[in-house]
T-cell receptor, first 118, second 113 residues
């Protein structure tokens, strides 16, 4: 149990276009989903925290108008990179926190999406 | 400032040798502690976690970790590594009551045959 999927697993797009990445919890309900960005050979950087039915909370320095996050249901969150540029090329990873389970901060991670902007 | 430190960026060990990866954190209270492993181009897989109780935690793939409050450490160990253990290892901390995970810088493990 506790499987998280991401789609697509990789995407190449032209500069100026928008790209949507989906994150789904396949066998559990996730009240909270998280979006991370990882540069090559670096750690994960939290971009935003997404709670179902409410606006995402962005980390300092992350442009909310550029990285649009929608968490419309308990099993789906989407990240849209708007007007993508080469510097947005990165590995994007989502995670989901299982509903309830008080005191349990465990997050389940998706396999990641490799974005390359030409 | 609150932080998670993995002092070793890269470690190389021989197959069959023992392994210890270090992790230190700086938080006021005891946070929740995790170790994740990431293979190239993949997401993260949870190896083990510590919330409370026994300070020696057993995880998957033969890994264990020991929480030492006095040293603010949560080091990962394995008595005998296999070539398939080559990967990036991340220590992560969730301050009590917080939703967010804070990751260390990661330690890349290379296995010599």
């Amino acid at each position: 149990g506790a499987v998280v999927s991401q789609h697509p697993s990789w995407v190449i797009c032209k500069s100026g276009t928008s790209v949507k990445i989906e994150c789904r919890s396949l066998d559990f309900q996730a009240t909270t989903m998280f979006w991370y960005r990882q540069f090559p050979k670096q750690s994960l950087m939290l971009m935003a925290t997404s709670n179902e039915g409410s606006k995402a909370t962005y980390e300092q320095g992350v442009e909310k108008d550029k990285f649009l996050i929608n968490h419309a249901s308990l099993t789906l969150s989407t990240l849209t990179v708007t007007s993508a540029h080469p510097e947005d090329s990165s590995f994007y990873i989502c995670s989901a926190r299982r509903r309830i389970l008080a005191g349990n901060n465990e997050q389940f991670f998706g396999p990641g999406t490799r974005l390359t902007v030409l | 400032a609150q932080s998670v430190t993995q002092p070793d960026i890269h470690i190389t060990v021989s197959e069959g040798a023992s392994l210890e990866l270090r992790c230190n954190y700086s938080y006021g209270a005891t946070p929740y502690l995790f170790w994740y492993v990431q293979s190239p181009g993949q997401g993260l897989q949870l190896l083990l976690k510590y919330f409370s109780g026994d300070t020696l935690v057993q995880g998957i793939k033969g890994f264990e970790a020991e929480f030492k409050r006095s040293q603010s450490s949560f080091n990962l160990r394995k008595p005998s590594v296999h070539w398939s253990d080559a990967a990036e290892y991340f220590c992560a901390v969730a301050p009590e009551g917080a939703q967010k995970l804070v990751f260390g810088q990661g330690t890349r493990l290379t296995i010599n045959p």
